[in-house]
Nanobody
Framework: QVQLVESGGGLVQAGGSLRLSCADS????????MGWFRQAPGKEREFVAA????????SYANSVKGRFTISRDNAKNTVHLQMNSLKPEDTAVYYC?????????????????WGQGTQVTVSS
């Protein structure tokens, strides 16, 4: 059973940076496609970024492209989301998700396992 734990959230001023991490407390994540999603109050959960387990190929939502970078370290069983040039509209709870499929997806229902989320708040 994959058990994901996110960390690294917090309060930051606009223009600042945060680095989120996601780790699996049990099994390896090397054979999972990994994704980051976020959910702001009153809004649906939305895709942020994903990285494949073959070739570590990344995809991003247009709203974060050029500012966020997803990466994975299979040796350390972790996935990261580096967030730069943060904006107030990036404020949300950020969730890590795992998909036992080599194909990336932007759809929440394609992911099998989810973390508990970590709050990111960007002040203006």
């Amino acid at each position: 059973q994959v058990q994901l734990v996110e960390s690294g959230g917090g309060l930051v001023q606009a223009g600042g940076s945060l680095r989120l991490s996601c780790a699996d407390s049990g099994r390896t994540l090397s054979s999972y496609t990994m994704g980051w999603f976020r959910q702001a109050p009153g809004k649906e959960r939305e895709f942020v970024a994903a990285i494949s387990w073959i070739g570590s190929i990344a995809s991003y939502a247009n709203s974060v492209k050029g500012r966020f970078t997803i990466s994975r370290d299979n040796a350390k069983n972790t996935v990261h989301l580096q967030m730069n040039s943060l904006k107030p509209e990036d404020t949300a709870v950020y969730y890590c998700a795992a998909r036992r499929d080599y194909r990336k997806s932007v759809n929440t229902h394609d992911y099998d396992n989810w973390g508990q989320g970590t709050q990111v708040t960007v002040s203006s």
